[in-house]
Each structure stands twice: as structure tokens, then as C-alpha cells.
């Protein structure tokens, strides 16, 4: 006897020890390479992000930078020898360009050859009379005919920390005879504000390098505008990055913070733009979850120490016997027989009156069965409607072959998950959370309609989907969900709206689009009195590459035309295909005076002329041949016509303009005119 009980002891605590050791070893394996994985797969995503961010900063910089040097050389290309000659007109010029203003908040000068400075918009900053060739790569625009961004620094007129561009001015002969520059002042709200500070994260933010001069042009910190970066060799992975490497990395930045950087360069001034996040933003929410699933750790090990003790001392010794009896009953889908009863003490009584339920059971059992069969089968089987059951805290506990196809989680996988997890997009989540409490206690499901759910691969699925609660009898709601794919469906009606408001060739708004976006236009003129432009542009010598290349090749050219017109404007204006190659262009809020927004609306169609003037090289592919290439010289005649609400009509707005580019093919071509406004008809 005593030597049994020291047995059935001696058994349980081996037992006890051994699962609690695989137990301990399982989950602290798994708690500390889960911990480590999310970190590594958290710095790599977080990275990945960040040289997106950066991308887009440096890109958005470079876009800034190159318009700004176009405004520049437009207004460059304006300015003769007798302007030159006449300073008092040449300043004249320059307060009467607002453009140059909106684009430089310290305002632009323009010096001689020899480096003086003899107009300067505005007067108030006291630039006139500074010679620029104190200034190196100011002198290089004026000796050496090149465009430059110059290194910020401080003005050695305002004082004051500024980045400083220069082009120069050349006479018909193309001999540099001056040179136009545009400062911008980095202490006060400029062009590069608006990219910086739209940094997304709680700390951090984004960094413009000079990497040359060590400098931070600006930051979101606006205190670092032109701080010095720490000398080479104090920092390996800034000097990488000031070396031209475009990537991530983590160290400690100069203020001695540890952060993850990641940089692009900017391509017209070889600055270099930089996200960054300081790790204890990035890794906090590892941290807690490495606190928490210690402590998880911590707790699971004495409640299973605990409860592993308990139940092989309570169950193991009584039910050893009967645990070998059923282990020898038929597998399952054979007739389940009567378990022996071997004595009649509680294990007896037990198995007796399992005994007795077994017969009902089974009968249950197999008409369960054949229930389930039935619905299962309908559920799994059921094309196109994607099924899932749901416990009422969002555990998964149905999911057929259709919400595999639609989801891309297989059944395997679904089956045990959450429903937050899954399917629900993150700013989903809490709402759908309440609706299923708010299920719980009522008993009443919430109303069909369409969702925008997530698949496995994070991509977004239109569904309609349906819901539907079942109540059996002294067992736990379940929900049931029913979603209808609808991506063919909003494809087929984005394809359709693309087709009636779209040109299919260049992707411009069609005709439709554009009344639709003139009648916008012609309403915020009237609500805020403020002008709006048109113009009209008809390519001048289209119809010959047509006939020499064929419509493919003209194909190509109004592609590019289309891509040079819209960078040649700003995002709230609309570029528009009319038909064949006419085009039209419109520019909203310009000015609350017609000549300010006449002489707005000439720059823009000055640049606009001037682009399509440049010449165009189409890369033509044929199969089974090698790519060639087509140059070809086109022009455009474009007419211009300045207008507000109360003028006239749509249809006279057009009309105007369409005979003010008529005007222009009969001035000879690759010019600009203007309708010039007379009394409005009774």
C-alpha cells in the first residue's frame, strides 16, 4: 500500500516536473523570439516607412527647388540690355512679378556683370549696391552663365539665415549680362516649411542637410535651422549619410538621442533629406509588449505548476484504469459500446451513468450530425458569398472555402483567430468591438451594408456583408457573417466613370469633366471675387508627325504634351483634353484684380509655351523590333482669357479663348494672346 502511494507520488511529481520544464522552455523560447522578431520585423518596417517619408520630402524639395529655378529663368528671359540698362524700369519689373514674391520671402535682386546689385524687390532689404562676387557661387552664375542653388548661410545684407538661388540674364547673343536671384530666408515661413512640418510621428522629425558645409538648412525643430553637424569621424553613420548613402540605420544623433534615420538625397542641390524617429518612440510599444508577455510568462508557469499538480493528484490514480479502457474503444465513426465498470466507487458511478447517456447520445450525435452536415456543406460549398462564425468575443469558428478565396486566410489559419485580427483594418477596430458588445446585450444584429474589410496581405476588399445571430438553446450566441465580394462591382464603376469624365489616351479630364470643373471655378469666382484664367492651345505642327509616323507616334507626343502640361501648373488648376491636340488649361484664384491676374495668367502661359516648345524625343516600340526614337519640334498657339463669375457664360468663356489662340496661330505660331474684353451683349 505504502509502496503504491509512493509510486502513484513519485510518478506525479515526475510528471509534474517534466511537463512543467517543457512548459517553462516553450514559452520562454517563444516569448523571447517572438520579442526579438517583432523588433527586427518593427525596425524593418519602421525603416521602410521612413525612406518613404524621406523620399517624399526630398522629392517634394526637388519639385520646389526646380520651379522656383524655372520662375527664375522665365523672368531671366524677359529682361533685355535696354532693361538692364535702366535700373529704375528693371525694379519696376521685378515689384510688378508678385509671382517672384509668392515664391521668395526675401524677395530677388539683379546685379550687373560685374557683380552690383541695381534693382531689388523689395527695396526694404537694402540690397541694392551689394556686389555679388564676394559671394563664390553667385560670381560662377555671372562668369560662368550656370543656374545654382546656392549653401545656406546667413545674408550678408538681412543677417539672417537664407538659402540663395541665381540665374543668369543673357542677351540675344546669349552673353551674360547680369544675373536674377531669389533669396529665401529660413527663419521666417517659406518653401520648405510646408514639406517639413508634416512630420506624422509624436517625436522625431524631418531634417534638410547641406551635407557639404556640415549644415541643417531647416528641420521640424525650427532652433537646428543652420546648425553644424559634429566634424567627420565623431559619428561613422552620419558621416555615411553625409557621404551620399540613401538607407536606415540607428545611432546617436548630435543632440545624443538614439534614433532610426533614414535620408534621400534631393538631385537639383545635392542636399539630403532625413526622416527621423528616435527607438524609444520606435521600440516602446516591444517594450511594453516585452514587459507584458514576461509577466504573462511569469503567471502561466505557477498557474500551470499549480494546476498540473493538482490535477494529476486528484484525477490520475482513479482514473488511470478507466483512462486504458476508453483508449481501447473503436475510433471514431465506429459504434461507441458501454464502458466496463470495474467497482462501484465514484469513478464507477461515474462511468455508469456515462453509460446511461450514451445510448441517448448517440442517437443525438448522429442526428447533430447529419444537421450539421447539411449546413456545413450549403456553407462551405456556397459559391461567391463568403461565410464566417464568430464567437461573441470575435474568436473565429467557421470560415468556408469562399472566405478563404476572399480573405486569403486559409481555413487552418482562420480557424482559432480573431476577427479584429484578420479581417478589420486598425481604424475599424474599436467600432466593430462595441457593435459586437453591443450585439451581446441586445440579441440583435447589426444591419447588412457595405464595408471596406482587410486580406491577408493587407490589401483592402469591398464586401457587402450581411450578419446573422444564432441563439441555441443553453449554448453561446455565434455570429454568423455573409460577404459578397463587391471589387468587380466598383471596378466596373470606376471604369465607367473614368470613360465618361476621362480622356483614355492622356488620363486628362475630358470635355464633360472640365464644364463640370469651369462651373466650380466660375462659383468660387462669385462667392470670393477673385479672377480665374482659360486658355486654349492648339499644337501648331502636329498634323506632320502624324503623317510622317503615324498615329502611334502622334499618340505619344500628345501623351507627353499632356505631362508637360500639368507640370507646369498647380494642383487645384485642371489641364484638360478638348480633342485631336487642343487643349485646354484653367488656373483658379488668381487675384481679386483683373491686371494682376492677366499678368499671373501670362507667366503661366509663358511657361506653358515655353515647355511645349522644347523639343520632343519619342521612344517608339514595335515588337520584334528595337526601340527607335523620333524627334520632333512642335509648337503651340495658345489664347488666354481672364475672367470672374458675373462676365459671361461657359460657353462664351470658350469661345473667347478659342478665338484668342486663333488670334495667336495668325500672329505666326509658338505665341501668346489675350482676349481683350469689350462690352457683354444684351
Known sequence: MHWNLFQQRSIKTRVTLFTLVIFVCSVWTVAFYASRMLRDDMQQLLGEQQRTAAGSLAAGVNDDLGDRLQALEAIAAQITPALMSNPKALQSVLEERPVLHTLFNAGVTVGTPDGTAIADAPQ?????????????????????????????????VLKKPVVTMGVPIRNPLGTVIGALVGVTRLDLPNFLDKRIQN????????????PLQRLVITASDKSRVLEMLPAAGVSPTLDRFIDGYEGSDVFINPVGVKVLAS?????????????????????????????RMLLATLALTMVATGLTWWILRR???????????????????????????????????LIGGFNRLLETLSQRERELQDSEERFRTLME??????????????????????????????????????????????????????????MTQTREPIPAGELMLQTKSGARVPVFSSHALLRPPGQPLE?????????????????VRQLAF???????????????????TMAASKRSGVFAALMFLDLDNFKPLNDAHGHGVGDLLLIEVARRLCACVRE????????????????????NGRAESTEQARVVAEKVRASLAAPYRLTVAIAGQPDSTVEHHCTASIGVVVFSNHESTQANILQWADAAMYQAKDAGRNTIRFHVPGPTPL
Not at 537639383?268 to 526622416?275: H, I, V
Not at 490514480?317 to 465513426?333: E, H, Q, R, V
Not at 488648376?573 to 484664384?589: K, N, S
Open 315 to 349: 484525477e490520475i490514480s482513479p482514473l488511470l484504469d478507466a483512462a486504458n479502457t476508453l483508449a481501447k474503444l473503436p475510433t471514431a465513426g465506429h459504434p461507441m459500446q458501454a464502458l466496463p465498470i470495474a467497482q462501484n466507487d465514484e469513478v464507477g458511478r
Open 479 to 495: 455570429l454568423f457573417c455573409l460577404d459578397i465580394d463587391l471589387s468587380e462591382t466598383k471596378r466596373a464603376q470606376e471604369q
Open 572 to 591: 487645384m488648376d485642371t489641364v484638360a483634353r478638348f480633342g485631336g491636340d487642343e487643349f485646354v488649361v484653367m488656373l483658379g484664384e488668381l487675384h
Open 124 to 156: 526694404s532689404n537694402g540690397r541694392l549696391g551689394l556686389n555679388f562676387l564676394q559671394i563664390a557661387y553667385l560670381a560662377n552664375t555671372l562668369k560662368e552663365g550656370k543656374s545654382v542653388i546656392g549653401p545656406p548661410g546667413v545674408g550678408p
Open 263 to 291: 535620408t534621400k538625397t534631393v538631385a537639383l542641390s545635392g542636399w539630403y533629406a532625413a526622416a527621423i524617429l528616435p527607438t524609444a518612440e520606435v521600440f516602446a510599444p516591444i517594450e511594453d509588449l516585452q514587459k
Open 199 to 210: 512630420f506624422h510621428g509624436r517625436t522625431g522629425g524631418y531634417l534638410l542637410v547641406a
Open 381 to 438: 460549398k456556397i459559391p461567391g458569398v463568403a461565410v464566417q462564425g464568430y464567437a461573441m468575443d470575435g474568436t473565429v469558428t467557421f470560415w468556408n472555402a469562399a472566405a478563404e478565396h476572399l480573405y486569403g486566410y486559409s481555413a487552418a489559419e482562420a480557424l482559432g483567430g480573431n476577427l479584429l485580427e484578420l479581417i478589420i483594418p486598425p481604424e475599424m477596430r474599436q467600432g466593430v468591438a462595441d457593435a459586437m458588445q453591443q
Open 502 to 520: 476621362y480622356d483614355p489616351l492622356t488620363g486628362l479630364p475630358n470635355r464633360r469633366l472640365l464644364g463640370d470643373r469651369l462651373s466650380q
